[in-house]
Antibody
Framework: EVQLVESGGGLVQPGGSLRLSCAAS????????IHWVRQAPGKGLEYVSA????????YYANSVKGRFTISRDNSKNTLYLQMGSLRAEDMAVYYC???????????????????????WGQGTTVTVSS | QSALTQPASVSGSPGQSITISCTGT?????????VSWYQHHPGKVPKFMIY???KRPSGVSNRFSGSKSGNTASLTISGLQAEDEADYYC???????????FGTGTKVTVL
């Protein structure tokens, strides 16, 4: 079964740090770009970050640029999101999602070409509060 | 990049058809026919419903269809069923510098 499982969420104080993980199974992880999408309480989905299959290309939304770092370990089939200088507005459920594009094209250095996200994890909750 | 605009809510009776609009700009929806749609039951995993504007992934009911006109994409649900009650989000490719932008989300209610 194709699956993504996030972990690492929790309660953190403003200004603190947290590292999220996304473990993949059931597909060739190293062939796929992976995205991070978040949903704040009562709000809609927000595109946060992405990393190409090789790890060479990354993207960050302006809201997290300079504070978050996306990375991956293809030998462990795992994606990471290192989150720093956390703010109240970062409080959300964080989802990792697989790029649908990569089933038919090489995503070695591609963050996205518009095909959407076909497999999502169940999400991990980040709470930022003192 | 601003979020794409969707109506906050749409409702319909079982068996009816409803359409959810998703309005963007010439920088995203208007330029790229690369809109995807997601169904999200609260507390559940978002589901990939439509890609490239009108294509359905394997396993998605043909009651769901997508289209686009100008800067507005649309998702139509025909033969509305109770299980269709959920939040729906559009998402458009917006170029290599800002890969994706999501819509504001629409709550679908089956009366």
């Amino acid at each position: 079964e194709v699956q993504l499982v996030e972990s690492g969420g929790g309660l953190v104080q403003p200004g603190g740090s947290l590292r999220l993980s996304c473990a993949a199974s059931g597909f060739t992880f190293s062939n796929y770009t992976i995205h991070w999408v978040r949903q704040a309480p009562g709000k809609g989905l927000e595109y946060v970050s992405a990393i190409s299959s090789s790890g060479d290309s990354t993207y960050y939304a302006n809201s997290v640029k300079g504070r978050f770092t996306i990375s991956r370990d293809n030998s462990k089939n795992t994606l990471y999101l290192q989150m720093g200088s956390l703010r109240a507005e970062d409080m959300a459920v964080y989802y990792c999602a697989r790029a649908a594009d990569c089933a038919s094209i090489s995503c070695y250095d591609l963050v996205a070409v518009g095909g959407g996200m076909d497999v999502w994890g169940q999400g991990t909750t980040v709470t930022v509060s003192s | 990049q601003s979020a794409l605009t969707q109506p906050a809510s749409v409702s319909g009776s079982p068996g009816q058809s409803i359409t959810i609009s998703c309005t963007g700009t010439s920088s995203d929806v208007g330029t790229y026919n690369l809109v995807s749609w997601y169904q999200h039951h609260p507390g559940k995993v978002p589901k990939f419903m439509i890609y490239e504007g009108s294509k359905r992934p394997s396993g998605v009911s043909n009651r769901f269809s997508g289209s686009k006109s100008g800067n507005t994409a649309s998702l139509t649900i025909s033969g509305l069923q109770a299980e269709d009650e959920a939040d729906y989000y559009c998402c458009s490719y917006a170029g290599s510098s800002i890969p994706y932008v999501f819509g504001t989300g629409t709550k679908v209610t089956v009366l």
